[in-house]
């Protein structure tokens, strides 16, 4: 089931908001970088089409049930020290509570713009989809957070093809030979794909990383989550959606 389009765009409170009928910024980023805590894993998946406020979905992999009632759209910068401190505190969480039972699915979508690295991140995170969706998806679950865990210092070259194809390789599922084929043969379309959808997500006022939309897929009703927000916030951003 396809998300419907973005109908209208409101200011509240001084930041920007998107909605359909209605929605709210749940909250702007208060936490520092850093942090560390386990993953959390729930089935991935690919699918294909357009979802919320036209979000294109095909190549961007989904945790949790293609089904579930409520998308948590999460714009993500392999560089950036807010995601990592969501990955690691707030993401196992909300896969627990609200992905494993059914109720939320994930869409992952790349944004870079902290640097060279960053796209090359972005585009090996592609490009390692590519490789597993059709065989074994878990293991871009495995690459991504595995990424994550080595995040660096920004733009100190632990984001290099080199670097990260060293961190690919001991990724059990994903072949780094395939990647390495992959970013030869397809980064400049690749590329373009990400920019297109960078480009989506600022004209939806996501502007940094990490950012997110709860949408309710049935009411079409949605609200922005605005950096690495405590687990508490997106408790209580889903259930107001599921509520709506």
Known sequence: MDDSR????????????VAVGGGVVYGAST????????????????????????????????????????SLYYWSEYQCPFCARFESDTLP?????????????????????????????????????????????NAYWRWHSAVFEAQGEENSGWASKASLLDITRDVDGVSADGVEQCLTRNRNSIEKNIETDSQRARALDISGTPGFIVYNRQSEKGGKIVGAQPYDQFESAIERVKDS
Request: glycine share 14%.
């Open 6 to 17: 973005l109908t209208r765009r409101t200011i509240l409170g001084g930041l920007a908001t």
């Open 93 to 137: 969480k909300l896969i627990e509570n609200h992905v494993v039972t059914g109720d939320v699915r994930v869409i992952f979508i790349e944004f870079p713009y902290l640097g060279a690295n960053s796209m090359t991140a972005a585009v090996m995170n592609q490009c390692v989809w590519r490789e597993v969706e059709g065989s074994n998806p």
């Open 31 to 70: 936490l520092d970088a850093g942090g560390s805590g386990g993953t959390a894993a729930a089935e991935m998946h690919a699918t294909t089409g357009t979802g919320a406020y036209d979000i294109e979905l095909d190549g961007q992999p989904v945790m949790g049930s293609l089904d579930a009632p409520v």
